[in-house]
């Protein structure tokens, strides 16, 4: 019998004004980790979802074969029924259910038209002890975090008898501790038999845990690396992906640090729904004119929370503070009222909350501020076309025209565009959240250069990461959060890794203190 599972041959798949697809070939080994990488746009997703029977047979050209057979997959029953099946990064469970439901959501236990609960209860508890999920089976999903989530999907792929498993940026939205714990399961899986896809932007991760990687770039098959060679470390990876080497991982920026522009002072906010629990606490933070600072923290820190409940107490109840722009004291009861003061805040869920999606590019880089083309309530909509152009052209969004509907980007261009909104409205603040959070190197490249230009034109800029080498190689100083406060900020000459995770580990650490 053949050793590979998969044969994907001379894929081609094309959309209106579009190939996303141009004679792709992946050939996929039984019982491997097999990653699929490359830049947004690269056809990553699209090739994924020809094999998973969401773009059905028909819709493209080529060839697949499985276990040695041809596979025409007419919807994604039929190629769940051959053993294949597809996570996708935005997880498809139903919060309202429990777990036991949503793992056997249209695959019931049962018969006759009735499901078997204590049976259902039963199958699941074994599932969930495979992946390592230990919840009570009839808990809501809603209840449990988003590692617990992925491992949910997971078990309900292990009930549907899995033996190819597609992971799409599974790793995304997880916390370090919730990741590497995926990643062993993923081994502990590739030991029992089950194959798997991932992809992922996290090379690091790509290369601790993948046996081989394929790299797409602009749609095309570029090369198949053995990762068990030894000779594959991330700078190689990357000249695949971006067709030359990135020597530096930031664009070179001599900052010109300016006035102060920015001040938060002695921040306090409670949660929203639940009283008396205290998310910020005493919170002081500082920007100046041409100034990129960073905030780190674990999850949980205070981070978000203290960014949204800034920008007009979008988040939270607000007890206590001073906010200042340009050494004057301002109150921002809402969102309007922080756009008019000049403060942007770049969400870190940028298709949930940073974007419509059923829009065009046009209607989403003008929302946040529709008087800029607007005359007496009316948009004028060749303003628009030509401001939304202007944006699309300096950002570099790659897509032919500023009607294109937004879902329909890649990442890094959906990010692209939030930014161009938050920057349509001229800030002098702009707040970035997770801002490179599920796109490329190359995409982070760019994206890390539009925040130079930012702050070489005397803006200030605030950035929230999880990534610590991100905010050490992008950021003048940094501040480190722990449990709602401040507990200490470094300049760019002393931030090391070590020293800032210091930090945010610490929370004895009086706010405001400069760590020596």
Not at 362 to 373: C, D, K, Q, Y
Request: include cysteine.
């Amino acid at each position: 019998m053949d050793d590979h599972i998969l044969d994907m041959r001379a894929i081609g798949k094309e959309f209106p004004g579009v190939k996303a697809l141009d004679h792709v070939d992946l050939r996929v080994r039984r019982g491997e980790i097999h990653a699929l990488i490359g830049e947004n746009g690269a056809g990553k997703s699209t090739l994924m979802k020809v094999l998973s029977g969401v773009y059905p047979h028909g819709s493209y050209t080529g060839e697949i074969v499985v276990d040695g057979r041809p596979a025409a997959f007419k919807d994604i029953r039929q190629s769940e029924a051959a053993g294949i099946v597809i996570i996708h990064q935005e997880l498809a469970l139903v919060p309202q259910l429990s777990i036991a439901e949503n793992i056997f959501l249209g695959n019931e236990r049962g018969g006759r038209g009735l499901v078997d609960w204590r049976e259902t209860n039963r199958q699941a508890m074994r599932l969930m002890a495979a992946v390592g999920l230990v919840e009570d089976p009839e808990a809501p999903v809603s209840g449990i975090g988003v590692g617990k989530q992925q491992l949910v999907e997971i078990a309900k792929a292990l009930s549907k008898e899995v033996r190819l498993l597609i992971l799409d940026e599974p790793t995304a939205a997880l916390n370090e501790a919730d990741s590497a714990g995926l990643l062993a399961l993923l081994r502990a899986l590739r030991d029992q038999g089950i194959t798997s896809i991932l992809i992922s932007h996290k090379l690091n991760e790509v290369t601790a845990v993948a046996d081989r990687i394929t790299i797409l770039r602009d749609g095309r098959t570029i090369e198949t690396l053995d990762a068990g060679s030894g000779a594959v470390d991330e700078d190689r990876i990357i000249k695949g992906m971006v067709g030359r080497d990135l020597d530096h991982r930031f664009p070179p920026r001599e900052p010109e640090i300016g006035e102060l522009l920015f001040e938060v002072e002695g921040w306090t906010v409670d949660h929203p729904t639940v009283a008396g629990r205290r998310v910020v606490k005493d919170a002081s933070v500082t920007v100046r004119r041409g100034e990129i600072v960073g905030i780190a923290g674990l999850m949980g820190a205070g981070r978000t929370e203290l960014a949204m409940s800034v920008f007009g107490r979008s988040y939270g109840s607000y007890v206590g503070g001073e906010v200042r722009m340009n050494g004057r004291a301002l109150r921002l009861r809402t969102v309007s009222e922080a756009i008019d003061a000049g403060i942007a805040y770049v969400t870190e869920d940028r298709k949930q909350f940073g974007l419509l999606l059923d829009e065009d590019i046009r209607r989403n880089t003008t929302l946040a501020a529709l008087r800029r083309v607007s005359k007496r309530g009316v948009i004028d909509l060749d303003r628009e076309v030509v401001e939304s152009e202007r944006l699309r052209e300096r950002l570099r969004v790659k897509t032919p025209t500023v009607f294109q509907k937004t879902g329909n980007l890649s990442g890094g261009n959906q990010q692209k565009v939030v930014l161009g909104k938050w920057i349509f409205t001229e800030p002098e603040l702009l707040i970035l959240d997770e801002p490179t959070r599920g796109i490329d190197v190359g995409a982070k490249y760019e994206i890390y250069g539009i925040v130079h230009q930012l702050a070489a034109e005397g803006r200030g800029v605030l950035v929230i990461s999880s990534e610590l080498p991100e905010l050490l190689g992008l950021c003048d100083r940094v501040y480190a959060m722990n449990q709602g406060r401040v507990t200490g900020e470094l300049p760019r000459r002393e931030a090391t890794q070590e020293a800032v995770m210091r930090l945010m580990t610490d929370s004895a650490t009086p706010a405001g203190t400069v760590a020596p």
